[in-house]
């Protein structure tokens, strides 16, 4: 992807449709406000909850385990798809490489059940608790449209 030719800007659209674009956003610190911390892709009405980077250690280390620290945060590319955001992401950090994106990893995860507290190492070990399937159980716990419940259940990703 030609990154050169992709410029910041306002736009003006229906709510909805907002509702369905994704993003690729950046984290600056103020220590250093002209190069980013970090950059995910994520909804663009999730992007203030930082869903990918909370599962970078790098990115908690700098952020969110330091209540003082300031952020700014800029939606640096919108699209229709997961896809092409992820595509534009790695041409951006492949131009310059945020840090928390380069030092940072997904932290070790678990999966509860809300309504009975059992706990699981593996989206696998839990769907097959409930009989259900891997990915309608993943598609819950990242919150995609039509997922409210698992088999009655709810479920949420949780830190160890």
Known sequence: ????????????????????????????????????????????????????????????????????????IKIKYVA????DCINARRAFVMQNPPPCNMRGRPTRSRIVCDQTGQEWKTIVEAADAIKSSPSNLSNHINRKPGFK?????????QER
């Open 1 to 72: 992807m030609d990154t050169d030719n992709l410029k910041e800007m306002a736009v003006f659209a229906p709510v909805n449709t907002f509702l369905t674009k994704w993003c690729v956003y950046e984290c600056y610190s103020k220590a250093d406000a002209l190069n980013p911390a970090y950059m995910g892709v994520c909804r663009l009405t999730e992007v203030f909850s930082f869903p990918d980077a909370q599962a970078n250690t790098a990115w908690r280390e700098m952020f969110r385990d330091n209540p003082a620290s300031l952020m700014m």
């Open 80 to 83: 229709a798809t997961e896809v």
């Open 149 to 157: 419940s698992v088999k009655g259940y709810t479920f949420t990703r």
